[in-house]
């Protein structure tokens, strides 16, 4: 016999006339269950033959046919086999055909019995209108939709040539059976029934079959009606989650993700009001700015401060898991999942007030860091909140998360952006800017040696002013260099601070000091110091503190011609901070360059342009150094020849430190402290 041979086909050429209907596979499973029934249910015993096309078919059943073979000795199963089907003889015959056969795509049942005959003969249809095998990448839910066609019939005419086919095909497998299957055909298949295939009635109750095959195709349809749902449901939630992504594609701006984001969640879970909005796990309250709802009737909460004190909010928030609680009305919070510690009593009346009836809340987390929530709300307790409805609301919460984070890093790339056009810019001017510094006194020099090399006979005066304006552009220029890398040292965070708990007063002294040390010869303006010795102690490097009063000083003597006078002040400020300041009664400074003072090589005179000496570094470098202690530095003065005053801060050391540190030590704490000052002095100056 021809292997590849279809049995249906077999069929129709025996009986041409054999009408074929088309079947879903729903429609064969239930009639299959209910021929089996019904053969369980027939007394005596049944020749049956099924054939399951593949060996996962008839797994789902075996247990089925065992029962059966209770029944009957003459029970005969086919598959392909896939892993461990294999022909043998247990509780009923199974034949394991090639899988080439055209078997694996046919499905028959068989069932003879002295009252009645039956079957089933298919074959699946495998093209589908679009030319696509049917059962190709198929998904599960959509099983039940494969088509065959074929007979179903009582028709013992046919259940005979058909029942024929099956043993000849058996006996081709399994040869070894040739009794059994001659006992088979001599119990069920002795006399070839009547030629017409319509005429003879089953001689069988329908009743019990039919009733069992409506049952059997009532479930076959509630599965399908599952399967939609869930595919529905899928649908929706991706139709949701592709909205909210494209428009975090659209746009970076997240007030515009939440409003998409709120609209559409708060229609899909069918909530009364939806919230959306951006926090972070220390924030106790939010103004609410996107909300949807779906009703006129519900109070929003727009622009309005909503807390995140409130349990579930705060436990979201503890936590970073979702709370979903079905009914805030009841007496404890049943249906918020393992949520019953949660107390709402007093939150009855907002609750009530608000109609938040059933409350879910997500959190929006990147990372481990809360970065937002989604809050629904429903007036209605019939409605909890189900698993899917979670996930879903979950799913949008990740694609919120990842929105908020990339629109944080464009705006943190757009601030670097201009921090980098701004470093940029000050770099190409500090170029040209020591590049003219450094050439000016070069040029003074080069002028004053050339000169004194090219005119041996230059009177002896003029030889004296030519080398000492040499040797004082000399200076400026080293002064320049020092100053210029001090400063680089302080804005490249390459400085180590020593910080210590000192009296001002003591850094004022050696500020003035060295002031008067170097500036011995020229005129200086009196000075007046008011600081107080019962000030607290400050905490700073003494060194750098020096460095700032020095500079400081030198400037208002330099900008104050005699008879002005300097001051020193310090004192103890509303926000319990040292406050020092160094005023003088000289040039003063117009209000709107009190800022600019402080950027580097800033000359009232203009950069390029310096006639009063000085490098326009001192006051970069006095910022840079308070900021670093953690204080602020500003100047005041009323404007032209009224005077300057320069302020700084800085933090005092605490109380309970203060007296002993100042009464005991102090004369160590000042010895200490100016011999560490000129070994880092030294060090410096090297650098
Ligand atoms: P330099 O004094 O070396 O030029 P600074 O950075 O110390 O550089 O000061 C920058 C500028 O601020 C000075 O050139 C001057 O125009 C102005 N300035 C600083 N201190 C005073 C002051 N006490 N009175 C008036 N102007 C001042």
């Not at 294999?86 to 056969?101: L, N, R, T, V």
């Not at 900021?627 to 009224?642: D, M």
Request: hydrophobic share 40%.
């Amino acid at each position: 016999m021809n292997r590849s041979a279809s049995i249906l086909e077999e069929l129709w050429r025996r009986l041409p006339d054999l009408r074929s209907q088309v079947y879903f596979k729903s429609a064969l499973t239930a009639l299959s269950h209910a021929m089996e029934d019904q053969a369980l249910a027939t007394p005596g015993p049944s020749l049956i033959i099924a054939n399951f096309q593949q060996e996962r078919f008839y797994r789902q059943e075996a247990q089925r046919y065992r029962r059966i073979a209770e029944h009957s000795d003459q029970v005969y199963v086919l598959a392909a086999p896939e892993t461990s089907f294999a022909s043998g003889s247990e509780d009923y015959e199974k034949i394991a055909f090639d899988p080439s056969d055209s078997l694996s795509n046919e499905w028959h049942l068989v069932v003879i019995n002295r009252l009645y005959s039956i079957c089933l003969v298919c074959r699946e249809r495998q093209l589908s209108d679009g030319g696509e095998a049917d059962n190709v990448s198929m998904p599960s839910s959509m099983d039940q939709t494969r088509r065959f066609e074929g007979v179903w019939t009582f028709n013992p005419q046919v259940c005979w040539h058909a029942a024929d086919l099956m043993l000849e095909r058996i006996a081709d497998y399994r040869p070894e059976l040739e009794e059994k299957l001659a006992a088979a055909r001599a119990q069920y298949l002795q006399v070839p029934p009547a030629e017409s295939p319509d005429t003879e009635p089953p001689n069988v109750d329908p009743d019990p079959f039919a009733s069992r095959l409506m049952t059997y195709l009532q479930a076959g349809q509630y599965k399908l009606i599952k399967a939609y749902r869930s595919i529905a449901l899928k649908e929706r939630r991706e139709r949701l989650v592709n909205l909210i992504s494209s428009a975090i594609r659209q746009t970076l701006d997240p007030t515009q993700i939440f409003a998409v984001a709120v609209r559409e969640l708060g229609q899909a879970l069918q909530a009364e009001r939806s919230l959306i909005y951006s926090c972070h796990s220390q924030d106790q309250q939010v103004t609410i700015e996107h909300e949807f709802l779906a009703q006129s009737s519900v109070p929003s909460l727009v622009n309005q401060a909503w807390s995140l004190e409130a349990p579930p909010i705060r436990a979201v928030i503890e936590s970073l898991e979702a709370i979903a609680i079905d009914d805030t009305t009841g007496v404890d919070t049943a249906g918020a999942d393992d949520n019953s510690a949660l107390d709402l009593a007093s939150l009855r009346p907002t609750l009530k007030r608000l109609q938040i009836c059933s409350w879910l809340v997500v959190p929006i987390v990147h990372q481990g860091n809360l970065l937002g929530m989604i809050e629904l709300h429903r007036s209605d307790i019939q409605q909890g909140w189900t698993s899917y409805e979670r996930e879903l609301v979950e799913a949008i919460a990740v694609q919120l998360g990842l929105s908020l984070i990339q629109a944080e890093a464009y705006a943190n790339l757009g601030s670097l952006n201009q921090q980098l056009e701004a470093l940029e810019r000050t770099r190409s001017n500090l170029i040209a800017i020591t590049g003219h510094e450094l050439r000016t006194p070069l040029s003074t020099i080069q002028v004053c040696l050339e000169s004194l090399a090219s005119e041996p006979d230059m009177p002896l005066e003029l030889r004296q002013v030519m080398l000492s304006t040499a040797l004082e552009d000399a200076e400026r220029m080293r002064k320049l260099v020092q100053d210029f890398l001090t400063l680089s040292q302080l804005e490249s965070g390459r400085v180590q601070w020593h910080m210590e708990a000192l009296p001002v007063e003591e850094c004022v002294e050696l500020a003035l000091s060295s002031l008067k040390a170097r500036q011995r010869n020229e005129d200086l303006p009196s000075i007046k110091i008011q600081v107080p010795d019962e000030l607290p102690l400050v905490r700073a490097d003494g060194e750098w503190l020096v460095e700032v009063l020095s500079k400081l000083l030198d400037n208002a003597c330099k900008f104050t011609e005699s008879p002005g006078e300097v001051s020193i002040e310090a004192h103890r400020n509303e926000r319990g901070m040292l406050e020092v300041t160094v005023a003088d009664t000289g040039r003063g400074i117009e209000p709107n360059r009190l800022d600019a003072v402080f950027d580097r090589f800033y000359q009232e005179e203009g950069a390029l342009r310096r006639t009063a000496g000085g490098t326009g570094l001192g006051l970069a470098i006095c910022r840079q150094v308070i900021l670093n202690l953690g204080g602020q530095i500003w100047a005041e003065s009323a404007g032209r020849g009224q005077g300057s005053q320069f302020h700084f801060t800085l933090p005092v050391v605490p109380p309970r430190g203060r007296s002993g540190d100042r009464s005991s030590p102090k004369q160590g704490n000042k010895s200490k402290g100016t011999k560490r000052k000129g070994a880092k002095r030294g060090n410096r100056a090297k650098a």
